[in-house]
């Protein structure tokens, strides 16, 4: 009895341990499952496919064509940009690779305009990846029942369901007829509603075919950053031919845009744990004989041309070639000092019509201080009262403060001038004399405000004095171009005006002009 009660513990003992080593396998295995799962996925490699884009400037060849592709129907290549049908009624164009693309999984980015005069447009654009070339055809300038993939900007309602514009993927296995009553929304295998005609910048899509998953997002076209995406659509388990051609498409009807297309970059798609193919064995061994054999004859021409020159400009050997050109700090240096040079300009311009307006003060004062003159000696025999002696006298005190305030000013233009003309002469002083020059600035911005206070002063004064509208200025004699009070006044703040807005502008083109250093 002693040994079955043994036994019985010794088993509950061996149950107890191994339930507690499978609780434990179990807790350590849904943890692992919860960490694999909240690591985040690895991007995949890209890799960019020359032989299988295009993109400006120089974008078209001296006949017309397209590198590593082919054109066909109204498209018009340009240096910049593809042109796939122009704003004409019942225009069909497209653009194809020459080659066949056998990427597993690949990104294009299509840059694109579509612009057009009316409020409504028509019939669209197309990306295409297909087996065979659609070089004409009934969708969107291409050809129906094709073997792959469409990706549609659609801008006219066919339906009359107002859902358009709109991006539309629709899959085909050669065997189905598109639907364009219906706008594909009956074929489509994704699709969202975007407004991509007339935007301010270029429409960017970039359509992503990874894993068996094809994602479109898009640039609106409202922003210059190009990689503002947001997300379009998405079709999963989608199956694609291995094999085929890419190509863009477009056509117009009784309405019609201008459908341009300003790049198309392709990219292969690579998982993070595998290795790429390395670019020599996408080449064919006797076309790599061949472009090595060119490379050769040309290296020696090369060289046969350098010993040539050398012979006959032997004053020349031992120079770098690089200082025959403009380097970035040095361009960046002479926008500096052009932009100097102009603000120099500009305030010799002004410190001329500051001259020129204390000239005229002068003459004005000069004039007011005769006939003040003149009046004092009448008064004394009675034709003049008090009250006007007084105004005279205030009119000329008036006149003098205003001039010494134009004086200061002429002085601290005098003193801006010789501040940036001394910058100028310092060759590596670029942002020495910066500081004292926005000093000067201010000087000049204070003493314009005293002018303009002064004058305000003076016209306030004038306005609160009743007793002044019976009592006449004395007459001036007849004088060619004698100005009032009032219009110096009104030229005075404008002119003022004018400066502090000149003054505003070149301090931030010269904060800009900093932004290289």
Request: proline share 5%; glycine share 6%; aromatic share 10%.
């Amino acid at each position: 009895m002693a040994v079955s009660m043994e036994q019985r513990r010794a088993v509950s003992a061996l149950v107890l341990i191994l339930s507690f080593l499978t609780t434990l396998l179990f807790h350590q295995s849904v943890a692992d499952t919860a960490a694999a799962s909240s690591t985040p996925e690895e991007p995949p490699h890209r890799r960019f496919e020359y032989k299988y884009s295009f993109k400006g400037p120089h974008l078209a060849q001296t006949d017309g064509g397209i590198p590593f592709w082919v054109h066909s129907g109204n498209a018009i290549p340009s240096a910049d940009q593809v042109r796939i049908t122009p704003s004409l009624r019942s225009q069909r164009g497209s653009v194809w690779t020459k080659n066949k693309v056998s990427f597993e999984h690949w990104e294009a980015e299509v840059t694109f305009r579509v612009s057009g005069r009316g409020r409504m447009g028509a019939d669209g654009l197309a990306v295409w990846f297909t087996t065979g070339q659609g070089l004409d055809g009934p969708v969107y300038g291409a050809a129906d029942n094709w073997n792959g993939i469409g990706i549609f900007f659609d801008s006219f309602d066919n339906d009359g369901k107002k859902n358009n514009p709109a991006i539309i993927v629709v899959g085909n296995n050669g065997k189905l007829v598109y639907d364009h009553q219906n706008d594909g929304s009956t074929q489509a295998l994704g699709t969202c509603l975007r407004d991509f005609r007339n935007k301010p910048y270029p429409i960017r899509a970039k359509i992503t075919y990874y894993k068996k998953t094809l994602t479109v997002m898009i640039n609106n076209g409202f922003t210059p950053n190009k990689d503002d995406y947001e997300f379009c659509t998405k079709v999963d388990n989608m199956i694609i031919p291995k094999e085929g051609f890419f190509g863009l498409s477009a056509a117009t009807g009784g309405l019609a845009d201008d459908h341009d297309v300003l790049s198309f970059l392709l990219f292969r798609l690579s998982e993070p744990g595998q290795q790429p193919p390395p670019p020599e064995s996408e080449i064919p061994k006797e076309e790599k004989d061949k472009y090595q054999e060119e490379f050769q004859n040309f290296q020696q021409e090369l060289d046969k041309k350098k010993e040539e020159f050398q012979k006959e400009h032997p004053d020349v050997q031992g120079e770098p070639i690089e200082d025959l050109y403009e380097s970035v700090n040095d361009r960046e240096i002479r926008q500096v000092f052009e932009g100097q040079n102009q603000i120099h300009l500009e305030i010799k311009q002004l410190h001329r019509q500051l001259a020129m307006i204390l000239d005229e003060q002068r003459r004005y004062v000069s004039v007011i201080t005769d006939e003040v003159a003149k009046r004092v000696t009448n008064a004394e025999t009675g034709q003049l009262d008090a009250a006007s002696q007084q105004q005279l006298s205030s009119v000329v005190m008036s006149q003098q403060e205003i001039l010494k305030n134009l004086n200061d000013l002429r002085n601290s233009f005098y003193e801006s001038l010789k501040q940036i003309g001394s910058a100028q002469q310092q060759g590596n002083a670029v942002g020495l004399g910066s500081y004292e020059t926005i000093q000067h600035f201010n000087d000049i911005k204070e003493h314009l405000h005293v002018v303009k206070r002064d004058v305000e002063h003076l016209v306030q004064r004038n306005s609160q004095n009743p007793s002044e509208k019976a009592v006449k200025c004395p007459e001036l004699p007849p004088m060619p171009a004698c100005l009032s009070t009032v219009h110096f006044a009104v030229f005075i703040v404008v002119q003022s005006v004018l400066f502090f807005c000149y003054i505003m502008y070149k301090s931030q083109q010269e904060a800009a002009a900093k932004k290289f250093f």
